[in-house]
Every structure is written in structure tokens, then in C-alpha cells.
């Protein structure tokens, strides 16, 4: 395996192999048990997302949390192919506390930094979440009240794992990383 210095000495030590197996391991779940969440487990995964780098440390996200499988439906913006959905995270950044250069507009980049430290540690927490990026988000910004300032970036619906009948599953074991490119399909070192 074609392996950056780097990545080898952090693959090796104890931390580095626990925040490792999850991120091998973490995958997109689309069925949840209605079972709800833990406000711990909910805690943590915020907690996490709020440690998230960003530009000039300006943490220009905000997340909404909706809890509750009735209330979760009654707002009718999740995908209709995310079943039984009792908790959902909603990812919003303040373009105007973030970096803008060349174009580019990095409130996107910070909240998805901090989105995906939030997954991974659903993950650790036992949870499902699948990330949803594409929503009709004035629909969204109406149905939660958003500020015409703030830009919704995902939906995180989120839970425990349920098969398709709603009985609740433990997370998969299979690896993710089965069905991804290699290094070498994606990486190129010192030049294109």
C-alpha cells in the first residue's frame, strides 16, 4: 500500500487507529429505528462539530436540531428515501463570518468541517446519519425560521440503524472503504 509517511505514523498509534476504524467504517444509513436519541449522544455530536477548524477560527456554523420522528415529518424537507427519521441536524453557515477569497466562499468548507466531525462522532455515539446535501432550501428556510443571511449547507438526518421493516439493527460492519478508489485512483504526489 502506496502510504504517505504521515498517514503510517498516525494509523499507528491508539488514537489515531480509533478515529481511524471509524472513519473506515462509517457509511450512509437511510432507514432509522424510531427509537429516540439520547440528548447525551446529541450533545456529543454537537460538541464535536463546535471543535471543528475553520477560517480564522470564526466557526461560522449553526445547527438546528429537531427531535422527534412526528415532529422530524411534519416539516416534510427530508428526502422521502430516509425512512422513520427521529432526529434531525440542520447545518447552516454565515457567509459573512467566514473567508472569501478568489471566488471561492468558505463558510461552505467550514461547515462541512465541522458536519462531518458531527457524522463521525454519531458514529462513535452507535448512530446513523446520511448526509443530504441537495434540498430545496428555501423550502427549508421557511419551515425553520432561517435569517435570509444564513445559508443551509446538509440535512444530517440522523438515529439508530433499522432494517426495512423498523426493527432497530446495529451499525454495519462491512467496511466502507470496500467500495472506494484506491490511493493511487486519486492521489498524486509532488505534481498532476
Known sequence: MNTHPALR??????CGEAVWSTIEARRSIHTFSSDPVEESKIN???EAARLAPSWANRQCWQFIVIQGKQEVDELGIVPAGIKNTPLLFVACGDPEKSGNLDGKQYYLVDVAIATEHLVLEAWEQGLGTVWVGVMN???VRQKLGIPDKIKVVALIPAGYPADEEGARTKLPK???SADRKNLKD???WDKW
Do not use: D, F, T, Y
Not at 505514523?9 to 491508539?14: F, K, P, S
Open 186 to 188: 486519486i492521489v498524486h
Open 9 to 14: 505514523a498516525l494509523m499507528a498509534n491508539e
Open 137 to 139: 432550501e428555501s423550502r
Open 174 to 176: 462491512k467496511k466502507a
Open 44 to 46: 456529543r455530536c454537537l
